[in-house]
Nanobody
């Protein structure tokens, strides 16, 4: 069982910043992709940002230019720096890790428990 532990959520005013962290007790380099998704009440879970094992980031359209994802393989941690936060960024943020397990591309997905981000206007 892979454990992903998020931290860094909380309450922030619109325009402010937060940094989320996700630590895993398995080497981050063992995952093909790690990242963050979020889910607001009444909405589907959506992509925030992912980062490949090679360090290539991918961002959801709504956060491009404001959020930055990074990974520190030495610390087995993935970070999400969130700047210029908006009320619509409020959600539960989930850490994600994915690993391709065979040549056909089958993948195993792992999820953290989530950390709440609240943005006041």
């Amino acid at each position: 069982q892979v454990q992903l532990v998020e931290s860094g959520g909380g309450l922030v005013q619109a325009g402010g910043s937060l940094r989320l962290s996700c630590v895993t007790f398995r080497r981050t380099s063992s995952f093909d992709t790690m990242g963050w998704y979020r889910q607001a009440p009444g909405k589907q879970r959506e992509l925030v940002a992912t980062i490949s094992s090679g360090g290539t980031p991918n961002y959801g359209d709504s956060v491009k230019g404001r959020f930055t994802i990074s990974r520190d393989n030495a610390k087995n941690t993935v970070y999400l720096q969130m700047n210029s936060l908006k009320p619509e960024d409020a959600a539960v943020y989930y850490c994600y890790a994915g690993k391709i397990i065979n040549v056909e591309g089958a993948r195993v997905d792992y999820w953290g428990q989530g950390t709440q981000v609240i943005v006041s206007s």
